[in-house]
Structure formats: C-alpha cells, structure tokens
C-alpha cells in the first residue's frame, strides 16, 4: 500500500512507548516496545512512523538512539524503509506453525471457549408457547413484516427508552440477528476504496465484511483498559473514515466499558470527520458487575450518523436469530430496499418469542448476571492457580476473558490444546496480518466445574507448547 496511507506522530508514538523507552540498552528498549504494539495491533501495519528526529525529541532520546532502534526494528523484520520516503511498520515473515502437524484429534471431551454463545434464558420455552397461541392473528396474513413485527419494534424501541435514549417503533428495524444487521449497513454506507476504521482487535466478520467491499482498513488499540482516546481522535482526524465500526460495550474480544465522556468523545470526531458510526451493543445488557451502565453512543447523536445494532441471540438465546438496528427513519426505508436484495422478512415466530422475553428483561438481565459472574469468577480463579503467569483483566460484563500470553505462541496452543480436548480463539482471529499472536480469548459461558476442567487441559497444552522449539526469535518478545 502507499506510502503515508496511515502516520502516526512522534508524541503519539513516545507516549505508547511510555517508561519501557529508558531500559538499556535504551535502543533495543525503544525497538523492543514498538515491535509489542504492531504484534498486539496497537499500531497497525504499513503506518507510517514518524522521522528519527521527531521521536528522538519526544522521547527525549539522542536521535543516535532513535536511528538504532529503528535499525533493529528493521533487522527483525517489524520495519521497512524507502530512500526520502521513511519507514513504516511491517511484521516479519516469522508463521505461527499452524497446520503443522498433521491433523487436529481431540483425545478427549471436547469443551469449546472459543463460541461465546450463551445456553437458553429461563422462561425460552414458556415464551414459545405464547408465541404459538398468537399464530392465529399472522397466519391469514403473507407472514412478511419488511421493518419487523409492529409489537417488536415497540418492545424494542421501549427497551432504548428505559435506557435513557428516546426511540419510536418507527426507528426500529429488525434483522436476522446482529451480523445480518452489520452485512446490510455495510451494504448500504459503503463502497470501494472507502476509510473503514475499527478497533483491534474486535469482531472478525466486521473486518472480514469491509475487506469484501474493497474498503481501506484502518485499526485503533483497545486493551482490557480501554481506548486511548488521544489515538481514537487522531484516526477520526488523519483519515476521515467513511465508516467506523466500534464496540464501546464489554468490548469483545477485551472486556473494555467505554464510558459516557469518551462515547461522546467518539460521536463527536466522527461528525467533525463525516464518518457514520455503527456500535454494536450485542452484549450490552450482560453487565456483571454493580454500577451504573453509561448512556447508549447514540444519546450524544444528534444528526442520524450513529447506527445501533442489538441482538437477542447474547442475552436470550443464540438460536433467536433476531437482530435490529436503531437509525432514523427515512435509514430505515433505505435499509429496507437494500435487504430486498437477499431476503424480505424475519421469521414471525422468532419475533414473536422475542417480544414476549423483552417484556421481562429486568429478570432476564439479573439471572443472566448472577450465571455469568459465577461462571467468570470461575475461570479466573482456575486460570490464576494454574496459569499464574498470564496476565488478564476480570472483564466487568460480557461474555469473554482477553488474556496475555508470556510468549507469542497463540496459534501453536490452539492446536495443542485441540488435543487436549479445550477449543479456544487465539489472538490473531480478532486481528490483521498476524498480529496479536500474544493473546487468547475464552467464553465463559459454560458451568463452573467445566470452565476448571478446560483450564487443567489448556495448562497442560500450554506447557507441551513451550517445551517445544516454536518458530520465531523470542528474543524479540523479552
């Protein structure tokens, strides 16, 4: 790609560095921290770094310094330069030994981490009886309803309101779940060669949609800590995105809370920058933890830029494939021309089910918070006693754990732990180009004495996967 497509400024760049630029030797130092934040897609690849001079003057470093650290960085294969053009981040041509080995046979009870798909809300079934016995008053009808069932969007739109954020039925627009709504706003908003920003890491298939519609893709780090707005709002400035992609809610995959300063924060920078905005709050209503939730992204809108995408299958049931976006809506009549395209309606039944569920929502949110802490403490507790030197942050609400490897052997553990019966999501799912390859997500949605058991077999993994010769320098990753 161009040279210059993505930049990132010597203050920006000194502070992600932060204390670890004065370890000496300081060179290797400031070679060694740079090179963690393009493999944890906390800088993305091909940007642009700033000249020697500026960094040296940031860090206040000798530019002597700065140029060796950028000579190692380019020695180990995270930098590459062009006379009068500068250098600019890439990863070294290293592989991760996946399909190494032959064939993946679990030797034992599979347990899956890696689906983060909770099991069925108590009062599913009753649910459904109901939704039979209202059959009746659709069946002598097409059973098409373009925008979703009336009482739906209704139930929906009430929801949005005991939020804090004033919503008609009419904003409403109801999906075959939170993807399909993602697919048909991508459809819509963008085209080829258009900015997509997103953060990294974050959902795969967000990422996956905007590279099937030729847009340029630009990342912004998130940790279990959150977003380091100083670099949100200079994405939002350099790049003008024409689309961006954010999950301000238990972040998946990092857990993150965006609070209401920073939502506000963001809406702005993307008015200022033309930018529409899609937040996916799938897994807002699963917090964990006590305290206030902030105000929906969409409360600080005040021109139709923020697209709000929600979804039944994280709080009720993931076989509910029920979905809905929040716009205004003349978007909602475009939205519906675009879906024409694929498919015409959601199914009645499932609408139905889901209807009757949000008028409980209050109960359904508390026994999905008592399951869910109790299954996260859980695995938290397993993962500190026999995996103490990962490092993690107990996520305050959702449905996964991010958790940081000592060694950048993601993707060789998920092969080794197949075969031990434990699937998990190594890091590099939930990135670009092979990075991330120090971090593994795990769903916490299975029962306590099953979380413990996939622990004790992903420790074992673990400690076949560092017993053996894995293909990269470590020394890289000190």
Excluded: C
Aim: charged share 25%; glycine share 10%.
């Amino acid at each position: 790609m161009p040279v210059g497509e993505r930049r990132i400024n010597g203050h920006l760049l000194a502070r992600l560095i932060g204390r670890s630029a004065y370890e000496r030797p300081y060179y290797v130092a400031v070679g060694r921290s740079i090179s963690g934040l393009i493999l944890d897609g906390r800088i993305p690849t091909h940007t642009r770094l700033p000249a020697e001079r500026d960094l040296a003057t940031a860090l206040k470093l000798s530019r002597t310094t700065v140029t060796a650290a950028y000579g190692w960085l380019r020695e180990n294969g995270f930098l590459d330069s062009r006379q009068g053009s500068g250098s600019w981040t890439v990863l070294p041509d290293v592989g991760t030994g996946a399909g190494r080995g032959g064939s993946i046979v679990p030797d034992a009870e599979h347990i899956d981490l890696g689906v983060a798909a909770p099991s069925a809300i108590e009062g599913l079934r009753d649910a459904a009886r109901l939704a039979v016995g209202q059959l009746d008053a659709h069946v002598g009808g097409l059973g098409y309803s373009p925008h979703g069932l009336p009482e739906l969007r209704h139930a929906i739109a009430r929801r949005y309101v005991e939020r804090g954020l004033p919503t008609t039925p009419e904003q409403i627009f109801v999906t075959n779940g939170a993807q399909h709504a993602l697919a048909l706003l991508t459809d819509l908003l963008l085209e080829p060669g258009d900015g997509f920003l997103a953060e990294s890491p974050t959902y795969p298939h967000a990422l996956d949609i905007a590279r099937r519609h030729g847009a340029r893709v630009r990342t912004i780090g998130v940790t279990p800590g959150g977003w380091d707005m100083e670099y949100v709002v200079d994405a939002f400035r350099t790049t003008k995105p024409r689309l961006a992609f954010l999950i301000p809610d238990f972040q998946n995959p990092t857990g993150a809370l965006m609070d209401d300063d920073e939502r506000a924060a963001v809406v702005a920078e993307a008015r200022r920058s033309g930018t529409s905005l899609i937040i996916d709050e799938s897994v807002a209503e699963l917090a964990i933890d006590s305290g206030d939730q902030p105000a929906p992204v969409a409360a600080h809108d005040t021109d139709g830029r923020v697209f709000t995408l929600g979804s039944a299958a994280k709080l009720l049931w993931g076989g509910l494939r029920i979905g809905w976006i929040r716009t205004t809506p003349p978007m909602v009549a475009r939205l519906m021309e675009v879906r024409q395209r694929g498919d015409l309606s959601s199914p009645v039944l499932d609408q139905l089910i889901v209807t009757h569920l949000l008028s409980d929502v209050m109960r359904i949110r508390a026994e999905r918070s008592s399951g869910l802490r109790r299954n996260r403490d859980a695995l938290v507790t397993a993962l500190r006693d026999r995996l103490p030197d990962w490092r993690f942050t107990s996520p305050s609400g959702g449905l996964v754990l991010w958790a940081e490897l000592p060694m950048p052997v993601a993707s060789v553990l998920r092969e080794n732990a197949v075969r031990h019966g434990v699937h998990s999501a190594p890091g590099p799912v939930f990135g670009a180009e092979g990075t991330l390859e120090r971090f593994m997500r795990f769903s916490y949605t299975q029962p306590p004495d099953v979380l413990v058991d996939a622990v004790d077999r992903l420790a074992d993994a673990y400690a076949d996967t560092v017993a053996r010769p894995v293909p990269m320098n470590r020394d890289l990753f000190v």
